[in-house]
Nanobody, 125 residues
Framework: QVQLVESGGGLVQTGGSLRLSCVAT???????MGWFRQAPGKEREFVAT????????YYADSVKGRFTISRQNDKNTVYLQMNSLKPEDTAVYYC???????????????????WGQGTQVTVSS
């Protein structure tokens, strides 16, 4: 079992930037990693995914061109750089680990094997 711990959330103004980090408690290069988010009253939704080696990425249309997912396997860490933030990006952001190989399509929440505890991101207008 792998535990995931997110950090880096906070309050930012519209147009600002944040970088989220997710550290795994054990070697995680065998996992496809991803980020999801959940706004109040809404279902958890896919944000981005990255392949085990870090070469392949896929994004939700709503964040494409603004967010960048990356990973450092030697540090057991995955990142989400968020730029040009909008109020509609406000949500709890969750790190996710998936044993299945990378696919160039949104990961479903049901396919995730491990979740982090979440970190709040609030974008003020």
């Amino acid at each position: 079992q792998v535990q995931l711990v997110e950090s880096g959330g906070g309050l930012v103004q519209t147009g600002g930037s944040l970088r989220l980090s997710c550290v795994a408690t054990k070697t995680f290069n065998q996992y496809t990693m991803g980020w999801f988010r959940q706004a109040p009253g809404k279902e958890r939704e896919f944000v981005a995914t990255i392949s085990r080696g870090g070469q392949l990425t896929y994004y939700a249309d709503s964040v494409k061109g603004r967010f960048t997912i990356s990973r450092q396997n030697d540090k057991n860490t995955v990142y989400l750089q968020m730029n040009s933030l909008k109020p509609e990006d406000t949500a709890v952001y969750y790190c996710a680990a998936d044993r299945q190989a990378y696919r160039a399509k949104p990961t479903t929440a049901a396919a995730v094997d491990y979740w982090g505890q979440g970190t709040q991101v609030t974008v003020s207008s």
